[in-house]
Each structure stands twice: as structure tokens, then as C-alpha cells.
């Protein structure tokens, strides 16, 4: 009788046990980001933009936002608070982004910054997704008969200084055994307007903004933009150092717009893949199956709302950039030979 | 003094001295804690690190591998450079347009004062940045540059003076040269046996010119080769249109300044000097514009104060002075802020105090002794 | 000074003929034109110069600006003359005067400079009594109005966010709340450096001559950078309030030295006349010396209000939204590219109204209150 009451009493402890272990994996998505909880009692998200570029970064005629960047600030909000306009958008110049990450006035600065060593040790920022990947391109005027960045010798450059362009010129300079002479600019209208006049042969700048520029040019048929990239310009988000968990879901979020595009999933058609979705890929994706969102400490829905909000990353490409005339080269899918891929979820 | 502080005032000053100095406490551990948190050091050791990049304009030599210490001379001298030409230029175009202000002529007078309040009325940045835009459309491109005689030739890269390459071993002529042109002012006013040298001091300068010219090797000129022109000591159109845009701004005020000194001055000096007999331009070289200097001079103090700092705006045009330079790239490579900033602060108080020293000598030298 | 007699040309180089008696209206216009235009040789010959430099640049100056350019339509294909593009102005004034303040709530912002120009005019006006009680509405009232209007949230009205401020009206305001600030400051140290107390005399005068020295771009540089590392860890001050600190304590110093100039025209006997009739020194300097000194340097001190309102324009280079900001925005625009011309040509005729206006008052002041000392009315 005793053996049976201890039996009793061992299977209740261990039941008991078990059920509280149980409950508290179960429950145990419990994520600690100060950033996030800071963004979710605010009710916004801040972001760090460029004051106006083309394709990256503007504001349209009614002063709405509109870009890749911006696309990425949205779904990060959309994810995070369950509404993509949620948004707080601070200009920064180039000389103050780093600046203003750092002292903590943004939540987050996707501003067409290039991921460098030197950023992530001596800045204390981490990276977020890597959402172009580009290098930096030269745009001269066709009627200067010039094919290559090499036959740039003893020319004169406008580029905007505070940025990795300055030194990049250089180096490439003495590797190459040419001069390229520099003028600095502060802010990039002067620059336009002083390759515009010709006082300089040409404009340099990462891929993306120099189609931009070119698209400000009075008569952009006029520029050529240079086949060669003469550095490594993978333009990403970056975070502060210190909050992992934040740092992860910036870098997610952008994976999740480039797996929406793997999957063939569009904005337009996220309704219905959801209703009849029964790929389990697809399904783990928005949120029918599996605990992806739990674990990165937003709810299951965040990668539908992602797509519901922004569409996936092809089509905000196309949306921003096709207008400029740049052809997606590097920031194709891999599946297409580019460099964009999303990793595995599982 | 009519009264004594009372002696609450004498202690509250220490107490106010003693919250300052808290406070500086309280700033200084933020910073390095806030330094710390970064993993960022406090060090001026970055002046020594190579700068690898490009400054366009230099008044003495400069390539990639130079430090930033080197970057911070080449910066300085080109500030010093504008601003020493925009104080020139802006007090000669002053003074004409102050005297024009004054003028008989009804037509003169209202043509410089709608100079005067178009110029004072719009801010300067626009200024200079209309300037630039305004400069660079006129010019034509290198293909077609205008050509000057003496093979000058100016197009939208900048002005071409041809270079003249000294002999090798004679470079000390060109040194003696300059120190000759310098050296003449000061001889004109030395006192030889009683008696003013005067204009005999001018045959220093052509001195100068023959040992320049005894010591040329060659002349370089500029011509087109490829992109830009090579050969020649380039002027280039930011440093013009940074000039005239500070010069053109500071010398709407100055003419307003030259403009009240001489209204300042009493009526009975204009009408002695038209007693005995000088007539307008005697009556205002000799008699009215050195009294009204002694006025003008504090003023004109501030004003050029004012010229040092707006070279500051270079910034936004491409030249690269020490605001450029310093606290652009060199702030965002270095990643330095607070040394930056402090050297460059330093460096605009001392170039003000030097400056405010040199008008200082200047007033006490032609001001008047009372007893 | 002595009285003109009448006939003689005011300046220098004034006529020394003997003015006859010329009769007659006509007669005398004629002879004050041969004297003013043609006194002399070298006045004919700078009369000629000046004309013909007139004939080269206003004829096609004038065409640019008025008689080839058009104003009308709503694009850029209305703008096919050779003359200045003003419809691309037009078109996009809103975005200078107000940047991007929600086009349903502008009126609010009108509102406000409205009652700006209500709670000036007793202040600036010469014959107001009871001057300071105006001065006390204009830094309280006005800026709790203020504040209600432009911000929102209360009373109905909709909230709008300081980052949708920009344009004109961002450099009023903070024009406007920079003198506010500076001028408390500035005659506070403008006393300090006349103190007898030696501590505060040298705190102030390596206040004014520090912040005299440093450009006005690197104030806004130290405000934008450096401040965020001074401030501790979790403490954040938005953007466009750290650059307004800096400029406060910036224009401090100038309004100082200002003051300081008037502080010296109050004739030792009023100070000694009341400390003898027993007021402390705050009531002193308080109710007998800065009346008279506001009173005589307020001209100078609008000139330092046009000088700060011109050099708002510099916030643009850290970033914020103001009129320089608009215009280079506008001109991104890929429906409006090429304008920059027109662009810059209208923010200078902007500025110069205003500062023209109040610069004009600020010398018409002057004249009011010099005078007494030439007795002519």
C-alpha cells in the first residue's frame, strides 16, 4: 500500500513537473530587446533615411515617402506593429547618420550605407539585411568617347564627401597607376549641378544613386553610366551594437521579402496563396504552420503582412528602380544567378 | 565704481564659479562615458594616421599618403588664403562703394545704395552657392577656353596662369623677389637724412622683376591634354566664386561703415579743405579719409572677423578649406568628433585673436592722443 | 552741424559754385540735374559709365524676369518661352511657405504669423507705454498660442509633428525663438561683463569672445554631433532643438555686444541718482538703465534680427527642412528639373522683402532717436 501511494506520489510530482516544464516551453518565445520594447510602447518606428534620393529615398509631390529604403522601414513596422505607416522618418545627412544611430535618436538607419569592417568595429553598429548590392559606378556624358573607368586619367570627379567614395577613388587611383583628381561636395545639388555645367568630367557615386543622379540630369541620354564597379558597395540596415534580437528581425525581415519572391508570392496575390496554400513552405511562411514569427518575437502573421504591406522584394525593386533604368544585375535572386538570397527558415 | 558689491554678490560669484565648474564635471564624465560605451578613445594620435584621399586645390604639396596633420596645413592655408583675399578686395570695394554712397551724383548715390541693400538683405549662403551656379554656366568648357594674351587661358575648370620653372640652382632669386615687392611699402615711408624715400622705392619691385626673370629656366603653358589642361598653376572657379561671394557681402557693409565715418566727420574739415583750394579727390585723399580711418577701423574689426568665418561656407561649394576638410571628410574617416571639433574651434579662436591683435596695433597706431 | 543752404548737393564732392536764385520749378529741376549728373568732367564721365553699364543689364535682366517669363499653366511644357519659369514657383509656393504642413491645416500656420505681426507691432511701435508688458506677452502668450496652433492635439485640432514643419515658416520660427532666447542671455551678460564682480566679469567676457569667434556652421555642427555625447545615456533632445540651443547661445553673444553699446550710452549720473535714492542694483538695472538702453539700441538689435533671419538658411546643411531644403527638393523633381535659377532667384527676392522691411524700420528707428541731437525735424 505504501509502494502504491509513493508510485502515486512520484507519477504527480513527475506529472506536475512535466506539465510546468511544458508550459513554460511552450511559452518560452520570451524575446528581450529593449529596442523593440521601446518601439512597441511608442507605438513607431523611427528610421533613419537619406534627406532625398531618387530610388532610395524620397518624398513625392504630397510629401509621402517612397523608395527601397523606405519599403524596408515599412516592413519592418508592418512586422513589428502590424501597420506599415507606423513610421517616424528622419532625414540624415551623410556626415550625422552614424551619429544619430549611435546616440539612439533612430531605431534604425537604412540610408543606402555600405556594410565596411571599420563601421562595425570602431562605429559599434551592427549590420541589418543587405538590401543592394552595387559598387561604385562612374557616370560621365557620352560626348567624352570614354568606355572605361581607366581612361579616366587626369580627370576630374565630383563626389560627395563624408562617405567610403573619397578613398575608394583613391586607392583604385594607385592600384591602377592613374589619377583621378576629386571634388568634394557637401550636399549632392551642388554636385549635379557642377557635372551638369562640366566643371567636373563626371559623377561618382554607388550604383544606385548615380542612376539616380542621372535620372536628375537635365537630359539623362546624355550620360553614360561606366561598366566597371571599382569597390564592393553592399548597401544595407544597420542597428545599434547590443540588442541582438532587434538586429535579428531587421536582418529577417528583409530575408522574408526576398523569400516572398522565391515563393512567387506578390502583394497582389497574398490573399489568395493564403487561403489555399498547401505547400508547407508557403504555409510556414504566412504563418499557417510553424512558430517563425514566436521566435523572432513578433506574431506568426508578420511575413503576410510584410508581403500584404510592401510586396516582396522584386517588386518594390521594379517599383523604385525600374523607372531609373537599372537593370537588377547583382540584386537578382539567386535562383537567377544574382546575390540576393534568403536563407533557409527551417 | 559707484558701489561696492554687497557681500552676498562676492560669495554668490564663487557659487556660480563652483556650479560652472560641476557642471564642465558633469559634461566631461557624460562624454567618457558615453566614449567608453562606444569603445571609442580620446586621442589627437589620428593626426599622424595617412589620410588616402584628395584635395583638389593646395598651396603646397599634397598626395594620398600624407597624414591628417597634413590635411588640417593644406586646409588652414587655403582659409587663410580666401579670407586674406576677401578682406582685401572687400575693403577696396567698400571703400569705392561707401564713397559712391556720398556722391554729387544722384544716379551714383542710388546705384550704391541698391547695391548695398540688395546685397545686406539676402542671405549669404544663396549668395555664394548663386555665385557658383551663376560663375560656372558662364564659362566655357576646356575645349573652348578664352584665351587671354600671355597664354592665360580661362574656361570652367578654372584660370590657367602659365608657369614659369625656375633654374635649379637660382630658386633663392624668386624668394628675393618676393621679398622685395614685400619690403617696398616699407621703404617708401623710411626716413633717409630727414626726407621720405618715397617713389624712388619703386625700383624695388622692378628689381624684383629682373631677378625673377634672370632666374626663369622655362615657361610652361597651359594646354589641353586629355580631360583637363596640364601645366600652369590653376585658380580654380571655387575659390573665385567663394571670394566674390564673401568679398561682394562683407563690402556691402563695410560701405555702410565707411559711409557713417565720413558723415562723422565735422563739416569744417570739408569746407578748410576747400579753402584752400584742393578739389574733390585731394579734398578726400588728404583730409577726410584719414580722419574717418581712425572711426572706421573697430568696425571694420568685426567685419573682417566676419569674412574669416563665413570662408566657413566653402563647404558648400567644393573648396576645400578647413570646414571641408576637417569637419567633413576628415571627421568622417577618422570617426574623431570631439578632437575634430575642438581643433577646429581652436583654430578659428586663434586666427580671430591674431587678427583682433593686428587691428588692435593698427587703431592704437592712428588713433588720436587725448590728453 | 550747421544748416544746409539750400541749393548745395549733400556728400563730398558738393558743388562750390555760388547757387543763384533760379526761379521756377522747371528751371530748378534742370539745374539740379546739370549739377548732379553733369557737375563735372569725371561726374559726366561716371554718369555715362553708370548708364551704359544700366543699358547692358537691366534691358536683359528685365526680359528675363518679367516681360519673356510665364507664370501661367500647371507644367513644365507651359514654360516653353525663353524667360523665367514661374509656374514651377506657383506651382510648388506651398512647399516653401510651408514644407510639409498638411494642406488642410496651413491655415493655422497663417494664423500664427498673423498674431506674430499682432504681438510685434505694440513692442516695435514708438509710442506704446507700458512697452514691457507687451515684451511679456510676446514671449509667453504668443508662443503658448503659438504652440497650440502649429503643434495641435488640443482643442480640436489635429496633431501635426514637428517633422512635417519646414519651409519659410520654419525660419521664422526659429528666428523667432532664437531672438527670444538670446536676447534674456545677451543683456544678462551684457551686465556680467560690466560687473565689478571679477568671476563674473571674466565668465563673461570668455562667453562672448568664444562664441564671437566660432562660425556659425560649426555651432550647428557642435549641436548636431557633439551634444548627443554630452547628454546622458537614455536622455534624448530632438534634432531641431539642440540647433536651436546652439543658435540661442550663438546670437547671445552678439545681442551682447549690442547691449553692451547701449549699456555704455546711459550716463553714469541715472545709475548714481538711483542707487542714491536706495534701490538695490536689480531694480536698478532693471527699471532706470536697460529702459534707456533697449530704447537706444534697438535698431541694432533688429539688425542682428535680420542677420540671424538671413543665416537660418545654414540649417540646411545639418539636415533640416527649411526654405533652401524645399527649394532643392523641389528641384529633384523629376517633373520640374532645370529651374535652379529661378529656384534661388526667388528664396533672394523672399529674403529680401522681409529683411528690407525690417531693416528699413530699423533705420527709420535710428533716425527717430537721433533726433534730438541734430535738431532737425
New interface residues.
Partial sequence: MRSLLKLVACCAVVAGMVGFVGESVAQNYDVKSPTMDAIKKRGELICGVD??I?GFA??D?S?KWQGLDIAYCRAIAAALLGNPDKV?????????RF??L????IDVLIRDSTQTL?RN????LAFGGLNFFTGQAFMVKRS?NVAHVKE?????I?VL???TL??N???Y??ANNIKI???????P???F??AE???C?GYTDDGGSVAAAR????SPKDWLILPELISREFLGAYTRQGDDRWTILVRWVHHAMLEAEVLGITQANVDDIKKSATNPEVRGFLGLEENFGKKLGVDNEWAYRIVKAVGNYGENYDKYFGPLELPRGWNELYTKGGLQYPLPWR | MIRQPSRRAKIGQWLLLLAIVAGGWLIVENVSENLA????HFGFGFLEQQS???I?FHLISWT?FNTYGRALLVSLLNTVLVSALAIVTASLLGLLVGVMRLSVNWLVRNIALCYIEFVRNTPQLVQI?FW??GV??ALP?PRQSIVFPGGILLN??GLYIPDAVMNPGLEWLSWLALALVVATPFVWRLRVRGERIGSKALLLPLLAVACFAAGVDQVVYPEL????L?GGTQVP??LVALWMGIAIYASAFIAEIVRGSIEAIPKGQHEAALSIGLHSWQRLALVILPQALRIMVPQMTSQYLNIIKSSSLG????Y?EVF??FT??V???A?K?IETILIVVAIFVTLNLLTSMMMNWYNRRVALVER | MTVQPEGYAPGIGYDDRAPDRIEGAIPRAIDWLRRSFFGSLGNTALTLAVLGFLFLVLPPLIRWMVTDATISGTTKAACAGDGACWTFIRMRLPLFFYG?YPPEQVWRVDLTGVLLAAFSVPVLRDGTRRRGFWVLMLLTAFPALAGILLVGGVLGLPFV?T??WGGLMLDVLVAFVVVAGSLPLGILLALGRRSELIVVKTLSICFIELWRAVPLLAVL?IS??MI??F?P??V?ID?LIRALVGLILFNAAYMAETVRGGLQGVSMGQEEAAYSVGMPWWQVQVFVVLPQALRHVMPGIVNNVVDLFKDTTLIT???L?DVL?AI??A?????W??F?REGYVFTMVMFFVCCFAMSTYARRMERRLNRHKTGRK
Fill in positions: 534627406t532625398g531618387p524620397y518624398q509631390a510629401g517616424k522618418y528622419i532625414g540624415t545627412t551623410s556626415k550625422v551619429s544619430v549611435q546616440s539612439g535618436e571599420t568595429t570602431e562605429l559599434g567624352l579616366l586619367n587626369g580627370a576630374t565630383c564627401t563624408g562617405t573619397e578613398l577613388i583613391a586607392d587611383g594607385r583628381n576629386t571634388l568634394l561636395f557637401e550636399r545639388e551642388e554636385a549641378a557642377a555645367a562640366g566643371r568630367d535620372s536628375a540630369m537635365k | 560605451r562606444k569603445n571609442l588616402h584621399f584628395d583638389p594620398v552657392i557658383y551656379v560656372l554656366q568648357s570652367i575648370r591634354k586629355g580631360f583637363n596640364a572657379p571655387e563647404a558648400a561649394i567644393a576645400p571641408a576638410i567633413g571628410t571627421l568622417n574617416q570617426n568628433e | 510639409h509633428d517633422t512635417q555642427i548636431a554631433l548627443p555625447l547628454l545615456e537614455g534624448h534634432r546643411i545639418i539636415g527642412f531644403g532643392n527638393q528641384l529633384k523633381d523629376p517633373a528639373l532645370g535652379a
